[in-house]
């Protein structure tokens, strides 16, 4: 049992290119969430998914966008990156009654 | 505002010594309550979590957290700590109602010497 998988797990991006994080989860959650985590700042909540087809804000979405075209993965997308986006980006997926499961994280950094 | 405090960034404890992690929220209800540990480098790992019942949880790694409605508190605890407990420790806050969205403290980092 995987659990929740994040890839890739670490990337060097220019300044204005794109790319696409994916997350996949084997526990049948309803719940999936992208966290950013930067020093000093905790993790702060960019977008959440609770079902299948469905994405939601979070605290610090801009931008970045979503995908949940299935049940079992959530895909973030950064269309022109900033050295702002330098973080670690952290998958979760979760269930009532069970809580929540990380990935191990995605180390991105932006020049 | 809906939120989570530590109030500590940084401990640091003997080894050997007890520790304890503060953590409040701000939500209206009983939200669910989580403690995450992160060693450097790591992902987070899940030491308890509270949803309802008795309010002394029992977690991995010899570690508890105790729910207080009154004081909108849940509060760490480890008897005793190992060096190999040293690592940052982060509170989180499923408030439930507002559409399952897990919230997390700012961390605090716990340093052990010898």
């Known amino acids: 049992n ?49 079902g299948e087809g469905t994405t939601a804000k979070g605290e610090v979405p801009d931008g970045y966008n979503v995908s949940r075209l299935k049940k079992q993965n959530f895909l973030l997308g950064l269309e022109s990156a900033a050295p702002s986006q330098t973080s670690v980006y952290f998958c979760a997926s979760g269930s009532n009654n069970y809580g929540y499961t990380f990935g191990s994280g995605t180390r991105l950094t932006v020049v | ?73 849940f509060n760490l605890r480890k008897p005793s700590v190992h060096w190999s407990d040293a690592a940052e420790y982060f509170c989180a806050v499923d408030p439930i109602a507002a559409g399952n969205k897990l919230t997390f403290g700012g961390g605090t980092r716990v340093l052990v010497k010898p």
């Open chain 1, 2 to 50: 995987a659990g929740v998988t994040q890839t890739p797990k670490f990337r060097v991006l220019k300044t204005g290119q794109s790319m696409t994080l994916l997350c996949a989860q084997d526990m049948n959650h309803e719940y999936m969430y992208w966290y950013r985590q930067d020093p000093g700042m905790g993790l702060r909540l960019i977008h959440y998914s609770v």
């Open chain 2, 1 to 73: 505002a809906q939120s989570v405090t530590q109030p500590d960034i940084h401990i640091t404890v003997s080894e050997g010594a007890s520790l304890e992690l503060r953590c409040n929220y701000s939500y209206g209800a009983t939200p669910y309550l989580f403690w995450y540990v992160q060693s450097p480098g790591q992902g987070l790992q899940l030491l308890l979590k509270y949803f309802s019942g008795d309010t002394l949880v029992q977690g991995i790694k010899g570690f508890e957290a105790e729910f207080k409605r009154s004081q909108s508190s």
